[in-house]
């Protein structure tokens, strides 16, 4: 038997290697295991892999607890094709995964659109894969610093913006803004 460790969202486990004393070819088989048909092996090099990236949080092996089982067998192509057979247990580890903003559509930007004199922007959301604790800063765009931003995600103007006398940055009142979520994973 063997153990390998392996980081949840890749898909490389192991290379798994034979020595025959008569140096008859070697062939790789996957031949047991309750997870074998969530691999792939190079037959002739022995190269282990997951068909699909394992994810820590929704496990897919039989029973649910991230140690996948398998069963390589290695056969020589000499008189009798003789074999051994080794199990192999994979342990998907987990791993931190970066947050998710799913406000405004959750794309790279969004357009906002406010009456003047309005202080309240939009409050930031975003999702953490691990359910780590989430932070919000403002951390570029032209006109980061006439905005704040709390705890929540809340952004908001310092001082109300009066459309007759823009503070943006090319005086369009088009204000631009970068929030980063930070996890604390």
Not at 85 to 111: F, H, K
Not at 123 to 137: E, H, K, M, Q, R
Request: no cysteine; net charge negative; charged share 25%.
């Amino acid at each position: 038997t063997a153990a390998v460790e392996v980081a949840e969202n890749t898909t490389d486990v192991t290379t798994v290697t034979a020595t025959d004393p008569d140096d008859d070819g070697l062939a790789y088989t996957l031949t047991g295991g309750a997870d074998k048909d969530l691999f792939d092996l190079n037959a002739g090099f022995g190269v282990l892999t997951f068909k699909t990236a394992p994810d820590f949080e929704t496990p897919a092996d039989a029973d649910s607890d991230n140690q996948y089982l398998v069963e390589i067998t290695v056969t020589d192509d000499g008189t009798g094709n003789l074999a051994d057979s080794q199990t192999l247990t994979i342990t998907v580890t987990d791993a931190n995964e970066p947050p998710v903003i799913t406000s405004n559509d959750g794309g790279p930007t969004a357009q906002i659109s406010l009456s003047e004199g309005t202080k309240a922007v939009t409050t930031v959301a975003a999702t953490d894969p691990d359910g780590d604790t989430l932070n919000y800063s403002l951390t570029g765009g032209a006109d980061s610093a006439l905005f704040s931003i709390d705890a929540s995600g809340a952004i908001a103007f310092k001082d109300a913006p009066d459309f007759a006398d823009p503070k943006d940055a090319d005086k369009d009142n088009a204000y631009v803004v970068e929030v980063t979520a930070t996890d604390d994973g």
